[in-house]
């Protein structure tokens, strides 16, 4: 009990002490640790809290995203083909106000996995909504905003075109990489109250991309949900 009273105590001390450097320094968003796609395209910006072996954690400003409704189906492949298509009509402009929005990265997709290998999963396909049209995003038939709090990832990347086999090994990987760290019990606390065991992918290419491709694997969690558990 003693030692898990003082890692939350640190946790809460990383915190106190990262928000006021916040306040000092201003608000700095460093484009270097970004994908190199997000050079070129807007992406929502984020701090860099930790860089460890083979993660990072990034604490996400309030990004906002246009997304679909839960997909179900076997395939994170063909989830992501189909919610893909209907959030590119959507920029196109196939929307309530006929707008054409500019494309951003990345598109990402939250996962719910099934219970058994021949059961469907549920998938909810996003895009990040330019910051050009946050005040009043398009809305769309069969399409949903969210709007993030301060939302705390880690992040694994890795490389290639995805297929389904790569998420459980990926997401593996990143909670291996993070294991004994209490970025890990934060993150099974704040899942633990959602009652849920989404991850999340990200991608930062267009399917028409074959070289230098970045995709990560994420774990959302709300840091002040796990700390006041």
């Not at 009509?89 to 006929?98: F, L, T, V």
């Not at 890795?158 to 004994?180: C, H, K, Q, V, Y």
Request: charged fraction near 20%; charge should be neutral.
């Amino acid at each position: 009990m003693l030692s898990v009273s003082m890692n939350l105590l640190m946790m809460r001390l990383c915190l106190f002490l990262f928000l006021v450097s916040k306040l000092c320094n201003g608000y700095s968003t460093k484009l270097n640790f970004y994908p190199p796609t997000c050079q070129r395209i807007e992406c929502p910006n984020y701090d860099l809290i930790e860089s460890g072996k083979d993660y990072e954690i990034r604490r996400y400003d309030s990004p906002m995203w246009m997304s679909t409704a839960p997909i179900d189906d076997i395939s994170y492949v063909s989830a992501t083909r189909t919610g893909f298509l209907r959030l590119f009509d959507y920029i196109q402009g196939k929307n309530k106000y006929h707008e054409t929005v500019k494309m951003t990265a990345p598109v990402i997709i939250q996962v719910k996995p099934s219970d058994g290998p021949f059961c469907a999963s549920s998938f909810v396909v996003s895009f990040y909504v330019p910051k050009k049209n946050q005040p009043n995003p398009p809305p769309a038939k069969g399409l949903h905003l969210q709007k993030w709090g301060d939302t705390y990832v880690a992040v694994r990347q890795f490389s290639g075109f995805i297929a389904d086999d790569d998420l459980p090994r990926e997401a593996a990987a990143l909670s291996a990489s993070i294991a004994g760290t209490n970025w890990a019990a934060a993150i099974d606390k704040s899942h633990a109250a959602d009652n849920t065991t989404l991850y999340t992918v990200a991608g930062y290419n267009s399917p028409f991309e074959f070289k230098n491709r970045v995709n990560e694997i994420w774990f959302t969690f709300d840091l002040e949900k796990a700390l006041a558990i």
